[in-house]
């Protein structure tokens, strides 16, 4: 079935450091991707949906400035945290859905995120 | 806000089936009931879709009651790697749509 790929897959940073989290399908085009984040023993919520050539539409309550998305390929989206503190720390998942088949959409393996 | 209600966990002994139950009263005409699972510290994984007819596939059977107001999720045959978090959502199946997660349920296959 179609793979959806995060990368890193953990990630340790300093409190005001950037950090920037890859998110690939890996044989499938995906003109939309989102990204979730969930914290400890909750359930994922919505940030961002990406939209491949435009601007992503972020939900209320998340910075655009703070997270910054990129989605420059059919086949990958990015999610920056810019100026990251320890309130940042997460779990990072995205998904996509396979055009041709969008009865499932597809998530990736998640990033753990912990700033310091 | 997730248009679905569930128990917030549940116990299974290995083995024997599990039945998920899930509320979902409020679903429109166009929605389709899914189910995901999410094993700690992993991305969730898909284990099957209905609209209004039962489903099975290698994983699990949904079963959707006839005014589609509730669907139960049965595991045939637990195991100790079915422990996870299982999440009901309603979408409607569009390309570019995404899920609402609720709470779920904390499913623990118990040896």
């Known amino acids: 079935g179609a793979v959806v790929s995060q990368h890193p897959s953990w990630v340790i940073c300093k409190s005001g450091t950037s950090v920037k989290i890859e998110c690939r399908s890996l044989d499938f085009q995906a003109t939309t991707m989102f990204w979730y984040r969930q914290f400890p023993k909750q359930s994922l919520m919505l940030m961002a949906t990406?939209?491949?050539?435009?601007?992503?539409?972020?939900e209320q309550g998340v910075e655009k400035d703070k997270f910054l998305i990129n989605h420059a390929s059919l086949t990958l989206s990015t999610l920056t945290v810019t100026s990251a503190h320890p309130e940042d720390s997460s779990f990072y998942i995205c998904?996509?859905?396979?055009?041709?088949?969008?009865?499932?959409?597809?998530f990736g393996p998640g990033t753990r995120l912990t700033v310091l | 806000d997730a248009k679905t209600t569930q128990p917030p966990s549940m116990d299974c002994a290995e083995g024997r089936a599990a039945n998920l139950p899930c509320n979902h009263s409020t679903i429109s005409g166009n929605e389709y009931v899914y189910w995901y699972r999410q094993i700690h510290s992993q991305g969730p994984q898909y284990i099957i879709h209905g609209l209004k007819n039962n489903e099975t596939n290698e994983m699990a059977s949904l079963i959707i009651t006839e005014d589609r107001k509730s669907s139960t999720l049965i595991l045939p045959h637990a195991t100790l790697r079915d422990t996870a978090v299982y999440y009901c959502i309603v979408r409607v199946n569009n390309y570019g749509q995404n899920f609402v997660f609720g709470p779920g349920t904390r499913l623990s296959v118990l040896p």
């Open positions: 990406s939209n491949e050539g435009s601007k992503a539409t972020y």
């Open positions: 998904s996509a859905d396979q055009r041709k088949s969008y009865n499932e959409q597809f």
